[in-house]
């Protein structure tokens, strides 16, 4: 490493649709560059030293929570853990997912989508019998081994990346898509939601759900939990074939 | 003028809100849940550690219960939290630890058999009972007698805010609206070393640890050391309320979570038992919440609402109109640093009256924030505008009582009187602002009584003794004595009873079954 800072060329989508007049463009700022520095650090600098309209979306910034996903060089990815350092010439171009509805410049609501998407796919234990559960006795065992595959699934933070970087989601604007898909392999592969298989075809088996899938695989390249999406999708495939 | 009506209104969509609102809506009373962000983003998501109720069924939870749980969250607490409160806590802890089981939470569990973990920094094998295998499992978090942290793997907070958003979102509505984050200050660091723990549990259990290092950072912590530097992640205190969570000085207005002051922490929170805190108080207070709505019907003047929409409006407007200004982003900052530099770990007169003094001009200063981009929707610096000065009056909430409070208690280290002071400071700092454009606030003492406490103040079984004792400690003491001495029949339930008889809502009062020992 030089001890001569560089300066980093950020050029950024710049929008706000609730403003009268305004029009879609990219903007360039210029950051001096920090150790350690995150594209968050550097949207924040941005913001707080030079143009205090900038809008993007962060809240854990420590890739937990997922609000702030965007197409970073023309990759989807966590912007609060990107690092500066990983951009060799020193320019990063930022843009906001696509897919989803913009709310301004790099922030866009994936908690509209996600939450249509849970009650799609009624993301919630089925047990009809759920709520007679005695809360003093000795909870329902489970086999440590199935407690941890189901955290494996669980692990999504709805980011939405995976969701912007899939093909077929372009192609057809209901497509369930990846995120759909691993909270469904999740519910399916948990003892304790007693819906049948009939019943999760009800919900998936068509094309705007597993079967519409093109296998372009987007989802697996880009999603910041390295989740299994290829197997996955594939499991609730044959899954589904079998029922008609 | 738009008025939306509803039963219970819920601001915040962490894990307490969202427990709080499961309540209402579970007794049928309609239920909005407002948050600035979607719900399953919110901070709740970021507790990785784990969350404490006394199931005891790991082996080295064994003899764990509600009363063991009871003494390391008061003696964690310094003697500061209300020991109602805490009783409540800790026997509904376990229920709902198992409610959230049903839910959905993955929650890890016991495997009979040996396996190797790490205790005092050496690694030692014990032996799981095959009897216990399945059921939910702990692990040491620090400060308690037995091992009761319940987790998922490495995303405990993650699993059990998804379990309640999606429970919520079976039952009902919730509402959202878009927010900011929040910026990280750098500086100075110590070494955290994990190496110890081995590849296997850190990228097992300690996996978001490790994307932390290698995504941020750069470094394997699996073999390399990590920087680590103390921040605020917690705060102590909150809106005052009484042992249902409601305001005693605002009828209806309930609080829970990190935002109440139920008073559960005092002094110092044990770590494990926010998120705990989160889900039981939502579990108890939402049935006070719900208790209150069958009691009062909603009757809300238009005037009153109409007099609050005008003054928010009037302040949303000065800020747009106003030309020359400071700017609420550089008030933050310096906000931050005089907290950072004066009124962090250890603290001392000098540099609390400091901060005191430069905090009362930053209050000033941010009567007279104006906007370089002044429009009205959708503009992060209104947002910071409207927050910046909410939060300085907060930073000197917190440096004012800690200048005033001459005695170290828990989290509250002054190096100018180390000593605890029960016999002067047994008690809680109230604080509250007269009007908008006070420069400080006002501050008042709550007393602790002694003689009704379930645990008098003793040792806290941490760092050096070093206290000033209460003239009732003793006393109290005796009279405990005395009333085991003539109850020597009853069991430690009963004993309870008669040494601390909080209410808690029939739902809520069954004795909790434990493996290996039923439900005595
Ligand atoms: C990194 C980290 C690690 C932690 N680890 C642990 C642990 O291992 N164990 C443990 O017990 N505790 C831990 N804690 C503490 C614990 O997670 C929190 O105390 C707890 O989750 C708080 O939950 P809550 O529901 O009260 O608030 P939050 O989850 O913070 O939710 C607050 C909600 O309020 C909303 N909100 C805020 N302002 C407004 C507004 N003006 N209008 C409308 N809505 C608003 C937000 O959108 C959010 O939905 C940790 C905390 C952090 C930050
Ligand atoms: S599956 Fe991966 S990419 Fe898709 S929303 Fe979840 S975490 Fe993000
Ligand atoms: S801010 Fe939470 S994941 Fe980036």
């Known amino acids: 490493m030089s001890d001569q800072a560089r300066v980093l060329k950020f050029q950024i989508f710049r929008y706000n649709p609730l403003k009268k007049g305004d029009k879609p463009r990219m903007v360039t700022y210029e950051v001096t560059e920090a150790p350690g520095m995150t594209i968050f650090i550097a949207l924040n600098e941005i913001r707080e030293t030079q143009d205090p309209s900038l809008q993007f979306d962060f809240v854990c910034r420590a890739g937990i929570c997922g609000s702030c996903a965007m197409v970073i060089n023309g990759q989807p990815d966590l912007a609060c853990r990107t690092l500066t350092a990983n951009f060799k010439d020193g320019e990063i171009k930022l843009l906001p997912l696509p897919g989803f509805e913009l709310i301004g410049d790099l922030s866009v609501n994936t908690g509209k989508f996600m939450r249509a998407m849970s009650e799609r796919i009624e993301s919630w234990i089925h047990d009809q019998h759920a709520d007679d559960v005695n809360y003093d006795k000795l909870e329902e065992r489970m086999d440590p081994d199935v407690a941890e595959e189901i955290y494996e699934l669980e692990r999504c933070v709805e980011c939405g990346a995976c969701v912007s970087a899939c093909a077929t989601k372009r192609m057809r604007p209901d497509f369930l898509s990846a995120v759909g898909f691993m909270h469904l392999a999740r519910f399916a592969l948990d003892p304790r939601d007693k819906r049948t298989d009939e019943e999760f075809y009800e919900i998936m088996g068509n094309d705007d759900g597993v079967f519409g899938c093109m296998t372009l695989l987007g989802c697996e390249d880009y999603c910041p939990k390295d989740l299994p999406h290829q197997t996955q999708i594939a499991y609730l495939r044959r899954k589904m074939a079998l029922i008609k | ?520």
């Open chain 2, 1 to 520: 003028m738009k008025v939306i009506y509803t039963d219970s209104l819920v601001i915040g969509g962490g894990l307490a809100g969202l427990r709080v609102a499961i309540a209402a809506m579970q007794r049928g009373y309609d239920t909005i849940v407002l948050s600035l962000i979607p719900a399953k983003r919110s901070h709740s998501a970021a507790a990785q550690g784990g969350m404490q109720a006394s199931l005891g069924a790991c082996v080295k939870g064994e003899g764990d219960d509600e009363d063991v749980h009871f003494g390391d969250t008061v003696k964690g607490s310094d003697w500061g939290c209300d020991q109602d409160v805490a009783r409540m806590f800790v026997n509904t802890a376990p229920k709902a630890i198992r409610q959230l089981a049903a839910w959905g939470v993955p929650w890890s569990r016991v495997r009979g058999g040996d396996r190797e973990v790490i205790i005092n920094g050496e690694k030692v094998t014990i032996t799981e009972n095959h009897e216990a295998h399945g059921l939910i499992t702990a692990r040491d978090f620090g400060g308690t007698k037995k091992w009761r942290t319940c987790f998922t793997s490495d995303g405990t907070g993650h699993t059990m805010l998804y379990a309640m958003d999606n429970k919520a979102i079976e039952l009902g509505t919730e509402h959202m609206r878009k927010g900011k984050g929040v910026p990280s200050p750098y500086g100075d660091h110590l070494w955290l070393d994990i190496t110890l723990l081995g590849r296997k549990h850190i990228e097992k259990n300690l996996r978001e640890v490790k994307e932390i290092c290698e995504y941020f950072l750069g470094i394997d912590p699996v073999k390399e050391y990590i920087p680590v530097r103390p921040t605020q992640h917690y705060s102590m205190g909150g809106v005052r309320t009484n042992a249902t969570g409601e305001s005693p000085t605002l009828k209806g207005l309930f609080s829970a979570g990190e935002a109440a002051c139920w008073d559960m922490h005092g002094f110092n929170r044990l770590g494990g038992n926010s998120v705990a805190e989160t889900v039981v108080a939502g579990m108890l207070v939402g049935e006070f919440v719900a208790d209150y709505c069958a009691a009062n019907p909603l009757k809300v003047s238009t005037a009153t609402i109409a007099h609050f929409l005008k003054k928010e409006e009037n302040k949303i407007t000065d800020l747009l109109v106003r030309d020359f200004g400071e700017n609420p982003f550089e008030l933050k900052a310096q906000m931050q640093k005089i907290m950072m530099d004066k009124v962090g770990i250890f603290r001392n007169g000098p540099d609390l009256e400091q901060a005191v003094e430069e905090l009362t001009v930053l209050n000033q200063r941010a009567r007279n924030i104006a906007l370089r981009n002044r429009i009205s929707s959708s503009n992060p610096e209104l947002v910071e505008a409207i927050r910046v000065p909410k939060m300085i009056k907060l930073a000197q909430c917190v440096a004012y009582g800690a200048l005033l409070r001459t005695e170290s208690r828990g989290a509250h280290a002054r190096e100018d009187y180390p000593e605890r002071n029960d016999r002067d400071w047994l008690r809680r700092t109230l604080t509250t602002w007269k009007d908008d454009g006070s420069d400080l606030p006002d501050i008042s003492y709550e007393d602790l009584d002694v003689m009704k406490m379930e645990m008098p103040p003793g040792s806290r079984g941490y760092g050096v003794d070093n206290i000033i004792l209460h003239p009732d400690s003793e006393k109290r003491m005796a009279e405990i004595e005395e009333i085991k001495k003539t109850n020597s029949a009853a069991d430690r339930l009963e004993l309870q009873q008669l040494l601390n008889p909080t209410p808690i809502p029939e739902k809520f009062k069954g004795k909790n079954e434990r493996i290996g020992r039923g439900y005595k």
